[in-house]
């Protein structure tokens, strides 16, 4: 029997058993992290990286692990709890297969995702890109994003450590296939 929550739900009752891996070079994309198990019967509680908690709802497998320890999963059934989600996966019937997997990454892949709308970008495009503040100098690369109360932040490893709010009043120009970032920033803040 699944946990009861009011809102949304899926099951995709038709899958069995896990489907094929995708091919290694498949781009992936970490869309959120079990926190915990829920319940008795091998469900998860998954917390989500996406504005939208459902989004995740809407894949029939995730990948779920760190680095070269991930596993492919069928999504059996999945559904909102408040800003959370809660998941059956195919293949984790108990609370300790459940409990092994917290703290593990939940990525779908790449390829599956809807394109970002015009100025909107997926966190995982920008890692990596140079960051050039308008004066032409290299503050360092992307290293990773991270959410405050107020907006996200670029967080820029280089000569120093900079955390640049991605906001239009010092976010310039996004150019992914010039893998760049122009920022109004200075180089000493």
């Not at 946990?3 to 995708?22: A, F, G, I």
């Not at 990948?63 to 709890?81: F, K, L, N, S, T």
């Not at 809660?86 to 409990?99: E, H, M, P, T």
């Not at 709308?117 to 992307?142: A, C, H, P, Q």
Request: aromatic share 8%.
């Amino acid at each position: 029997m699944a946990p009861s929550c009011p809102t949304r739900s899926r099951v995709w009752s038709s899958r069995t058993s896990p489907p094929p891996d995708l091919a290694e070079s498949e781009a992936w994309v970490v869309m959120g992290r079990v926190s915990a198990p829920f319940g008795v019967k091998g469900w998860v509680k998954v917390q989500p990286f996406s504005e939208d908690p459902g989004t995740l709802m809407d894949f029939e497998s995730w990948r779920v692990g760190r680095g070269e320890q991930q596993a492919q999963y069928a999504v059996e059934a999945v559904q909102d709890h408040g800003k959370s989600l809660v998941a059956k996966l195919v293949g984790i019937d108990d609370r300790d297969a459940a409990f092994a997997l917290r703290g593990q990454e939940v990525s779908v892949a790449k390829s599956a995702l809807p394109p970002p709308e015009e100025n909107e970008f997926y966190w995982s495009d920008l890692i990596g890109l140079t960051v050039m503040n308008r004066e032409g100098v290299e503050l360092g690369k992307v290293d990773s994003l991270m959410e405050s109360g107020a907006h996200d932040l670029l967080v820029v490893k280089g000569r120093r450590e900079h955390l640049i709010p991605f906001v239009a009043a010092f976010v310039g120009k996004v150019d992914l296939a010039g893998g760049t970032v122009e920022v109004d920033w200075g180089e000493d803040y």
